[in-house]
Each structure stands twice: as structure tokens, then as C-alpha cells.
């Protein structure tokens, strides 16, 4: 996750034969299986699983959509879904945060219990959607920084709004329910593309995979709301868009007269040591935005 160099770093640091070190990983990609080498020496690896494979108590359903031709109508099915199962537990996974903010708002429009959690928020509203979603039975509507290193009790129903790029990202957005004995169902929302995908990782899994029927007479109720919430959204986008310029500003302002305040004592400051390049810093800080700017 663009830690690597530090890790290592540390990792010379505190190179021990007295200390006891273990990995723990949902997957093990060779990247991780490299830093383990260099952290363990002669290790015992204990694997629960090979490959892909979930939950024994976890059942994966996939609602089939044809072409679709219009975002629209997969976001109906969505909101169908959501109304259907409001009294349950529920995690909710989209691909980008645009997305993710987007059914937010529908979500408030509708009057369903819901909170987000994406990188656009700050880490005081990532908190609390994490404690809300915890305390009360809600919708919780997050990319994959939910994905991972996050323990939510008792979520009866994970949705995926469409199919993950690496079935590791499966793995890891399915675990969030069916954890520790519990009962746990997972739905995707499938074009036919993906659909064939996923039953090719399904087969060698040797899993079931299930159908989900629809109702789209329906669904085809939630196209109205679903375009009228449209209509509302980009009001709210402007005003959102307009108290963030706002905000920038006056951080601008206040970094302006703290500099013109505390020059002398900002600039004698000692420079900041690195353990890597400016040009290392810069390549690592590239790939890690490509990596993480849908999340």
C-alpha cells in the first residue's frame, strides 16, 4: 500500500533472534510474500484456505442484468434491493467513491438508514460512520478501504454494485459477513460479462452459486425516483462543490498568516530525513494514487 521501503526499514531496525514475529494475511500476493521473507526466518505457514475460497456458511447469489444501457436502471435494481432487505445489516460496495457518495444521498432521499465510509472523507467521518454502522442495524456504502483490517459484527448481507477487478478483492468484500460461525449471504450485481466471470471463479472454487430473482416490475417503480434523485443530487454536488472552495480558501488564508506570524520559527525548523530519495518518495506516492484513487 505504498509502505514498502518503510517496512523494510523497520524491519533492519529491529532484526532480532530473540523476538517471536508473525504475518497474518486474508491473501498473500508475492509482493507480501517477500517482505515475510524478509521478516521470518524459517517460518511454520499455516494455511486456512487455498486459492479461492469463502466462507462454508456463506451463500454468493448474483442478480444477472442484461446490456444495460443506462446506469439508471442497475441503480433501481440496487435501490429495490436495499428497500427489500432495509431491516438487515448491510454492506454495500462500490467501485468508486463518486459512485459511493452518489447512492449515499439517494439513500437519505429514500429514507434509509445509511452511512458512508470512502478516501474522500476525513478521518473524523470515517470514524463515525464506522461506530454508527457498528451500533445500529444500517446500510453502510464504502469502496474497498472497507474491504480490509475493519471488523463489523453481525452484517447479515453484503452487495457487490458490481464485479471486482481480482478475485482477492472478492475474498476480501465477501469476509465481512459470514465471520466466525455466523450465517452470511453476499449478492452481486452482474452484466453478462461479469456474470461468466464469476462463474468461472465460482467452478473452481467448487461453490454454488445462486440466482437472484428480481421483481422489476418493481424495479422499474424506483426508474422515477431514481431520476428525480438525480435531479436533486446535482443541486446538492454545486452546494457541495461551492463550501469546499470555501473551505480551501480559508485554510489557504490561515497557512498565509501563521507563515507571516511564526516565520522565523517555521523555517529553523530542522529538514526532514527520509530513508528514501525525493525521486523514490515521488515514484512510490504515483503508484500508490493509481492504485488508491478509486478508493
Same mark, same amino acid.
Given at each position: 500500500?505504498?509502505?514498502?521501503?518503510?517496512i523494510?526499514?523497520?524491519?533492519?531496525?529491529?532484526?532480532?533472534?530473540?523476538?517471536?514475529?508473525?504475518?497474518?494475511?486474508?491473501?498473500?500476493?508475492?509482493?507480501?510474500?517477500?517482505?515475510?521473507?524478509?521478516?521470518?526466518?524459517?517460518?511454520?505457514?499455516? &494455511?486456512?484456505?487455498?486459492? =479461492?475460497?469463502?466462507?462454508?456458511?456463506?451463500?454468493?447469489?448474483?442478480?444477472?442484468?442484461?446490456?444495460?444501457?443506462?446506469e439508471?436502471?442497475?441503480?433501481?435494481?440496487?435501490?429495490?434491493?436495499?428497500?427489500?432487505?432495509?431491516?438487515?445489516?448491510?454492506?454495500?460496495?462500490?467501485?468508486?467513491?463518486?459512485?459511493?457518495?452518489?447512492?449515499?444521498?439517494?439513500?437519505? =432521499?429514500?429514507?434509509?438508514?445509511a452511512?458512508?465510509?470512502?478516501?474522500?472523507?476525513?478521518?473524523?467521518?470515517?470514524?463515525?460512520?464506522?461506530?454508527?454502522?457498528?451500533?445500529?442495524?444500517?446500510?453502510?456504502?464504502?469502496?474497498?478501504?472497507?474491504?480490509?483490517?475493519?471488523?463489523?459484527?453481525?452484517?447479515?448481507?453484503?452487495?457487490?454494485?458490481?464485479?471486482?477487478?481480482?478475485?482477492?478483492?472478492?475474498?476480501?468484500?465477501?469476509?465481512?459477513?459470514?465471520?466466525?460461525?455466523?450465517?452470511?449471504?453476499?449478492?452481486t450485481?452482474?452484466?453478462e460479462?461479469?456474470?461468466?466471470?464469476?462463474?468461472?471463479?465460482?467452478?473452481?472454487?467448487k461453490?454454488?452459486?445462486?440466482?437472484?430473482?428480481?421483481?422489476f416490475?418493481?424495479?422499474?417503480?424506483?426508474?422515477?425516483?431514481?431520476? &428525480?434523485?438525480?435531479?436533486?443530487?446535482?443541486?446538492?454536488?454545486?452546494?457541495?462543490?461551492?463550501?469546499?472552495?470555501?473551505?480551501?480558501?480559508?485554510?489557504?488564508a490561515?497557512?498565509?498568516?501563521?507563515?507571516?506570524?511564526?516565520?522565523?520559527?517555521?523555517?529553523?525548523?530542522?529538514?526532514?530525513?527520509?530513508?528514501?530519495?525525493?525521486?523514490?518518495?515521488?515514484?512510490?506516492?504515483?503508484?500508490?494514487k493509481?492504485?488508491?484513487?478509486?478508493?
Amino acid at each position: 500500500m505504498g509502505f514498502k521501503n518503510e517496512i523494510e526499514e523497520i524491519l533492519n531496525f529491529t532484526a532480532s533472534s530473540e523476538r517471536q514475529t508473525l504475518l497474518f494475511s486474508a491473501t498473500l500476493s508475492s509482493a507480501i510474500e517477500n517482505i515475510g521473507k524478509l521478516a521470518l526466518k524459517n517460518p511454520l505457514r499455516v &494455511d486456512i484456505s487455498k486459492g =479461492f475460497q469463502v466462507a462454508n456458511n456463506l451463500r454468493q447469489e448474483v442478480i444477472k442484468l442484461k446490456t444495460i444501457k443506462s446506469e439508471r436502471v442497475k441503480e433501481s435494481v440496487l435501490l429495490e434491493l436495499l428497500i427489500e432487505e432495509h431491516d438487515k445489516r448491510i454492506v454495500v460496495f462500490f467501485p468508486t467513491k463518486f459512485l459511493c457518495h452518489k447512492f449515499y444521498h439517494y439513500c437519505a =432521499f429514500q429514507g434509509l438508514n445509511a452511512v458512508e465510509l470512502h478516501g474522500n472523507l476525513s478521518q473524523e467521518q470515517r470514524v463515525y460512520s464506522f461506530n454508527f454502522f457498528n451500533k445500529n442495524i444500517s446500510i453502510l456504502l464504502a469502496t474497498d478501504i472497507a474491504a480490509r483490517g475493519l471488523d463489523f459484527p453481525k452484517v447479515d448481507l453484503v452487495i457487490n454494485y458490481s464485479l471486482p477487478v481480482e478475485s482477492t478483492q472478492y475474498i476480501h468484500r465477501v469476509g465481512r459477513t459470514a465471520r466466525a460461525g455466523a450465517v452470511g449471504v453476499c449478492v452481486t450485481l452482474a452484466n453478462e460479462d461479469e456474470y461468466r466471470l464469476m462463474k468461472q471463479m465460482i467452478k473452481k472454487s467448487k461453490e454454488t452459486l445462486y440466482s437472484r430473482k428480481m421483481d422489476f416490475s418493481k424495479v422499474k417503480n424506483c426508474i422515477p425516483l431514481i431520476r &428525480d434523485f438525480e435531479y436533486r443530487y446535482k443541486l446538492i454536488l454545486k452546494k457541495e462543490r461551492l463550501e469546499k472552495e470555501l473551505c480551501t480558501a480559508e485554510m489557504e488564508a490561515t497557512r498565509a498568516q501563521n507563515m507571516l506570524m511564526h516565520e522565523n520559527e517555521i523555517y529553523s525548523r530542522p529538514k526532514r530525513e527520509w530513508i528514501v530519495s525525493k525521486e523514490q518518495r515521488f515514484q512510490t506516492a504515483e503508484a500508490s494514487k493509481k492504485k488508491n484513487k478509486l478508493y
